[in-house]
């Protein structure tokens, strides 16, 4: 682990000088943009060679091409959208589309690629333009952002330790691919059966309730907790990602919605149908909407070992089967009724949901497990970073 006198001594009296990234006599640094890439010219240029676009998932990756347009190392920037002023670290043959650009350093001996990086990935966001709702980061901005040039050694070594950290995390998260992965084929196993083996029911005959919610009419900023898919972190509801809706609504209009402990709400229309979460008492009063069917259960059946089969290949199969040929994916509430569900008695069910329990504390709990894991190497990092790259400032001449 870094100690925290090394970074003092680090940093200790450094002096750094500032200069524009790419405006003026002293710039650091020359920006260029993508261009145009249809998905029909990704297609009839299959090759080898990355093409990187503004996504965030992938590592921005889109496609691959025949050609490249850029040989070495750069960062490029995502220009337009959402993700506008992300920053990514690239090397090698790739090419970017039209809402990328292009950052290529003029002297590598005075700045350090992956130096800048860093800096951006703090920087670049302070600058991003969210006029008209379509946020930008166009290079007339990139231009003027400054830049702390310590020595070149600092540096390096700035870069060395955040490098650590975004190693460990990056073990970690694939550590927990792997773990879900694991879990999956558990999850399925576990809940195949051989013909004859259980007893099988439609879920509406171990359900007291099955329906679904409506659109309110009007939100607050506080008051009963509206839930939606939004609101969905994995298999739990994250109370950050709420929305609300006063109590006169909640006991009139939805009154039909009023959500209970342990229900479970499952997502039963558009992208995400499939995804479910369970109602825990500290969310409640709470209500949701017509794309979540709410189902309550009988004391017959083990509701983790439901919400397990929910989440398992064969509601997946059910669903394709189910939705096939729609143009928008949807399950009524017949459907759901009618889901065949394998039904082994209560001790079985118990065993199965005592295993794959500990499984999904492992690969979903933000309190235990990887994730939590995950979450404080990043706080680590951010630490790190921040406080690495604090310097004082002053007017940057262009």
């Known amino acids: 682990m870094i100690k925290p006198n090394f970074m003092e001594k680090l940093l200790d009296g450094v002096e750094v000088e500032w200069k524009s990234l790419s405006q003026g006599e002293n710039k650091v640094a020359e920006l260029m943009r993508g261009r145009v890439m249809s998905k029909e010219y990704l297609v009839d240029n299959a090759g080898e060679y990355s093409v990187y676009s503004s996504q965030t998932t992938n590592n921005g990756e889109i496609g691959k091409i025949n ?47 992956k130096y800048l990086f860093y800096w951006l990935s703090i920087e670049s966001k302070k600058h991003v333009y969210s006029g008209m709702g379509n946020p930008k980061l166009m290079s007339n901005q990139v231009a003027k952002i400054p830049i702390p040039i310590p020595t070149f050694h600092i540096q390096t070594e700035i870069v060395r330790i955040l490098d650590t950290f975004t190693e460990l995390t990056a073990e970690l998260t694939a550590e927990l691919t792997a773990r879900k992965k694991q879990f999956t084929y558990y999850l399925d196993k576990s809940l195949s059966f051989e013909e004859g083996e259980v007893e099988w029911k439609p879920l509406g005959e171990v359900c007291s309730l099955i329906t679904k919610g409506t659109t309110p009419s009007s939100y607050e900023k506080s008051g009963v ?15 950050n990602k709420l929305s609300y809706i006063s109590q006169t609504i909640h006991e009139n209009t939805l009154k039909r919605s009023i959500l209970q402990a342990n229900d479970i709400l499952f997502t039963i229309a558009g992208a995400t149908i499939g995804k479910c979460v369970t109602v825990t008492e500290d969310i409640l009063p709470a209500n949701t909407n017509q794309a979540l069917a709410i189902i309550r259960l009988t004391e017959e059946v083990n509701s983790g070992y439901i919400f397990y089969i929910l989440q398992s290949r064969h509601m997946k199969d059910y669903i394709y089967r189910s939705v096939k040929g729609s143009a928008q994916p949807n399950l009524n509430l017949q459907q759901m009724n009618n889901y065949p569900i394998p039904i082994p008695p209560l001790t079985e069910q118990e065993r199965i949901v005592s295993i794959l329990d500990k499984f999904d504390a492992l690969t979903s709990s933000i309190t235990e497990g990887l994730p939590h894991e995950i979450e404080l190497r990043q706080k680590q990092y951010e630490y790190y970073r921040n406080m690495l790259l604090s310097f004082p400032k002053e007017e940057v001449e262009v």
């Open 225 to 239: 907790a509206f839930v939606k898919t939004e609101a969905f972190d994995g298999t739990r509801i994250n109370k």
């Open 67 to 113: 050609t490249f347009d850029f040989d070495g190392e750069f960062l490029s920037w995502t220009t337009d959208g959402a993700n506008a002023g992300t920053v990514f670290y690239r090397t090698g043959k790739f090419s970017i589309t039209n809402v990328c650009g292009l950052i290529k350093i003029n002297n590598t001996t005075e700045l350090n690629y």
